[in-house]
C-alpha cells in the first residue's frame, strides 16, 4: 500500500461518518430515527463507500456527487444487514459489536428502520440537482436499484436462504455470491465511474476490478468466519457452519480458500494495470483497497 492510502482513508472516513450523520434519521419520528442511527453510525467497516470515493477520484469525476452516491450505497448495505439478522433471515445477535437493532429496538421497528434506510438512500442520491446533473442521478438510482434487487443482492440471498444444508459446486457458489456481496461492491466501484465521464473500455476495467473484489471480499468472509472469534469480527463467529450454510471454505477447504482470494487479488491487480494503460494514473488508493480486502482481519 502507498504512504498517502491511510491518510487518506482516515480522511475519506471522517468525511463519510460526517455526512451520514447529517443525513441520516433527519424528519423521522424519534424511536425510527433512533434505530436508523443505531444501525448505520459509529460502526461497520465503510469499504463500499471508499470504492465509490476511490473510483471517483482515480478519474477526476464529480465529488459531491460521489459523497452522495458513497453514503447512498452504505445506507442499503445497512438496511440488508438489519433484515438480514432478523429471526425470519439468520437470527442473528450480534453485529458491529453490539446488538442487533431487533435485539436492541424491537423487531417491527428494525423493519421499519431498513425500510426507511432503503428509501433514504435513493433521496440522498436526488436531492442535489444543483451539482449533481439529473442524468448522473438518473443512472446512480439505476446501478443502485439493480445491484439491491432481484437480480444482485436480495435474489443473492434468496439463493442463500434456500441453500441451507445442500451441496453447492463453485460455480453455484460463486453465482450465489457474486449477487449476494459482490453485486453491491461492484456497484460501489461503478457508480464511482457513474460520477465521471467514462470511456466503454476503462469502464470494462473497472467493472473487472469490482466483480474481483466482490467475490475476494466474500471468500475473506468466509475464512474469516472460521479463523476469527466474535470480539475480532463485531459478530457471531461459526454461524455458517452452524447455520449449514454453503461456503468456500465448506467447499474447497482453508488453503485453497485463501489461494482463491489472492488470485483474485492478482486479478484485481490486473484490471488497474490495464487502467493504467488506458490512461487512469491515480489508481493508488483502489489499489491499497484491494490489498484490504484480502489482507483483512476483520
Request: charged residues 20%.
Amino acid at each position: 500500500m502507498s504512504q498517502s492510502f491511510a491518510p487518506w482513508v482516515q480522511t475519506s472516513l471522517q468525511q463519510v461518518e460526517e455526512a451520514l450523520s447529517a443525513w441520516v434519521g433527519q424528519d423521522a419520528p424519534p424511536v425510527l430515527a433512533a434505530a436508523m442511527r443505531y444501525a448505520v453510525l459509529d460502526g461497520g467497516k465503510r469499504l463500499r463507500p471508499l470504492l465509490v470515493l476511490a473510483t471517483c477520484e482515480a478519474l477526476g469525476g464529480n465529488a459531491q456527487a460521489a459523497l452522495r452516491a458513497a453514503c447512498a450505497v452504505e445506507l442499503i448495505h445497512a438496511y440488508s444487514l438489519v433484515h438480514d439478522d432478523m429471526p425470519c433471515m439468520d437470527n442473528d445477535v450480534l453485529r458491529r459489536g453490539k446488538p442487533t437493532v431487533h435485539v436492541h429496538m424491537g423487531e417491527a421497528t428494525a423493519l421499519l428502520a431498513g425500510d426507511a434506510l432503503q428509501a433514504l438512500a435513493f433521496e440522498l442520491i436526488t436531492q442535489d440537482e444543483h451539482h449533481v446533473p439529473l442524468i448522473m442521478q438518473a443512472r446512480l438510482c439505476g446501478l443502485l436499484a439493480r445491484a439491491s434487487g432481484a437480480r444482485g443482492m436480495a435474489g443473492g440471498q434468496a439463493i442463500d436462504l434456500a441453500s441451507v444444508g445442500l451441496q453447492l459446486d463453485e460455480a453455484q457458489l460463486r453465482h450465489m455470491h457474486s449477487l449476494k456481496t459482490g453485486a453491491l461492491l461492484e456497484c460501489s466501484v461503478l457508480m464511482g465511474a457513474t460520477c465521471a465521464e467514462v470511456a466503454e473500455p476503462i469502464w470494462n476495467s473497472l467493472q473487472t476490478l469490482g466483480r474481483a473484489l466482490g467475490l475476494a471480499f466474500q471468500v475473506v468472509d468466509d475464512i474469516l468466519d472460521v479463523t476469527a472469534d466474535s470480539s475480532t469480527l463485531g459478530k457471531t463467529a461459526g454461524k455458517d457452519a452452524a447455520h449449514d450454510k454453503p461456503t468456500y471454505v465448506a467447499l474447497m477447504g482453508l488453503e485453497r480458500s485463501r489461494a482463491l482470494a489472492d488470485a483474485l487479488r492478482q486479478e484485481a491487480y490486473g484490471a488497474l494495470v490495464t487502467l493504467e494503460a488506458l490512461g487512469v494514473h491515480h489508481a493508488d488508493h483502489l489499489r491499497g483497497l484491494a490489498d484490504w480486502v484480502v489482507q483483512r482481519t476483520h
